[in-house]
């Protein structure tokens, strides 16, 4: 049975003393959410005081990218080891923002995601078409292509069984038009049926969560479907309510 999970991508968004504030308003929350995992990846500078502060909570701790090295001379860079020794857990590599303004390419992402299962990290990794290669229905295409290269290094059984996938069509990140759920299922179907077509049987605990645009109002709609396990969540994971609410709605969606 997959663990379903909600991820808040906080970008470049809240300051040091805004997520502190996050962290103690969100313990006010009513979230009565067992069973879903609840991951938050703010700035860099906020994760070692977050994580102190994150002890004893249900809230666990992911960072929005890293270096593949464990260390060496690489100016301004961030490595695996350096996220684990503070308590992260999790990581997301290859994000449409860091792929597209950051020049990160397919073989990047791949060398994050073995780096990050290396020092101990779960990477999420994000994969999705832009709107042209959605009009030129090259959908599955370019999933294919940036799935096989984020997984080609992952060869530990344990590894690929806490993989986290993200599918995020390009055009439906922080435009408040979100994919339709029935197409965001498929793109999941698709993607798990490729990782069967690798690893067998080790592809069936693999989560896939969707991420665009999603909403308090409209996160059921995709963790509703079988095959998407989750959630990552950019603009609405930016106040405690708002996420608690997702993670209540989850919650509430999967027990019926
Ligand atoms: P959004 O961002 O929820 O604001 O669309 C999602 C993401 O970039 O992960």
Redesign the pocket.
């Known amino acids: 049975m997959r663990r379903p999970v909600v991820v808040a991508?906080w970008?470049m968004n809240m300051t040091l003393a805004r997520a502190e504030e996050f962290v103690h308003r969100f313990a006010g929350e009513d979230v009565e959410a067992g069973g879903v995992d609840m991951v938050i990846c703010p700035p860099f500078i906020a994760l070692a005081p977050l994580s102190t502060l994150l002890q004893n909570t249900s809230l666990m701790l992911g960072a929005q990218n890293m270096h593949w090295e464990k260390e060496g001379a690489f100016t301004g860079e961030i490595s695996p080891l350096m996220l684990r020794e503070i308590g992260v857990r999790y990581v997301i590599v290859g994000?449409s923002?860091r792929r597209s303004y950051f020049a990160e390419t397919d073989e990047s992402v791949g060398q994050k995601a073995a780096a990050a299962f290396a020092c101990g990290l779960i990477p999420i990794v994000c994969l999705g078409e832009n709107g042209e290669e959605r009009r030129a229905g090259k959908t599955e295409e370019v999933i294919r292509r940036q799935l096989l290269a984020a997984i080609e290094l992952l060869e530990l059984e344990e590894d690929r069984r806490r993989l986290i996938v993200a599918y995020?069509p390009v055009w439906?990140?922080?435009?408040g038009i979100p994919a339709r759920a029935s197409d965001a299922a498929a793109v999941a179907a698709c993607i798990r049926a490729l990782l069967y077509q690798k690893w067998g049987n080790g592809a069936a605990e693999v989560r896939i969560l969707y991420?665009?645009?999603?909403t308090p109002e409209n996160i059921a709609d995709f963790t509703g479907r079988p095959g998407i396990d989750g959630a990552?969540?950019?603009?609405?994971s930016l106040k405690p309510g708002s996420f608690a609410a997702m993670a209540r709605a989850v919650y509430k969606e999967r027990r019926g």
Do not use: D, F, P
């Open positions: 991508n970008k994000h923002e995020e439906a990140i922080g435009t991420g665009g645009s999603v990552l969540v950019g603009n609405s």
